[in-house]
């Protein structure tokens, strides 16, 4: 068995079945917990609407913030799009995913998707870099931080140099690239990445407790 034959076989299988196994235990550890019950009357009516609110108007960086985070937040929203945009317009991503889904949809340009993927490879190092830099970030940032960065920006970078056929031969460099992928499947559900997961439903839940008390999440 070829190095891409374990790659693409044995190793991506396990990591997505570990990815499956994990998000199912998280989701249902999470589903468990112990909720408390509010003890005092709701002071506005509506709950489900002051949940929603805050999940979009999350989405929007608040005046007062502006100023430090800035960057930050354009970062984040940058290579968030640069990772939607590469792995669901990518031609050989689609063909991937028709083969599960049974149907495929049209593929950006391959220039397109190396700009995204090159744009998404550079802010998460930047961001990397930062995060040690930063005096305040570095005193906050654990190796979950650290190690979470750099397994995310893995496969852009091994999928931009098995692309452009740099250094290895293209055999390697795909290998490299589904192993780096399978190692995010394996990290994602033990690490802060699993906020894919979490962050919507916690904004929902967080605004739905500041609306019941007054106050606008």
Request: glycine residues 6%; proline residues 5%.
């Amino acid at each position: 068995m070829t190095l891409l034959e374990f790659a693409r076989g044995p190793a991506l299988q396990w990591a997505a079945a570990i990815f499956v196994a994990g998000m199912l235990w998280r989701v249902v550890g999470l589903l468990m917990l112990r909720r408390s019950h509010p003890m005092s009357a709701d002071r506005r009516e509506n709950l489900a609407f002051g949940g929603a609110r805050a999940v979009f108007h999350r989405f929007t960086l608040p005046p007062v913030f502006q100023k430090k985070v800035m960057f930050q937040y354009v970062a984040g929203w940058a290579w968030h799009l640069g990772f939607f945009v590469v792995l669901f317009f990518f031609k050989l991503h689609i063909n991937f995913f028709s083969g599960i889904l049974g149907f495929s949809w049209p593929a950006l340009p391959n220039g397109v998707i190396v700009f995204f993927g090159s744009l998404s490879a550079a802010v998460l190092l930047m961001l990397f870099v930062r995060r040690f830099t930063h005096p305040v970030l570095r005193y906050l940032s654990t190796f979950n931080d650290y190690s979470s960065v750099l397994i995310t920006a893995l496969p852009f970078m091994t999928g931009l140099a098995a692309y452009m056929h740099l250094g290895l031969r293209y055999e390697t460099l795909l290998a490299l690239h589904f192993l780096s992928i399978a190692l995010l499947l394996v990290w994602m559900p033990f690490s802060k990445l699993f906020h894919v997961v979490t962050i919507l439903p916690s904004r929902y839940i967080l605004g739905v407790k500041f609306w019941r008390r007054g106050v606008q999440a």
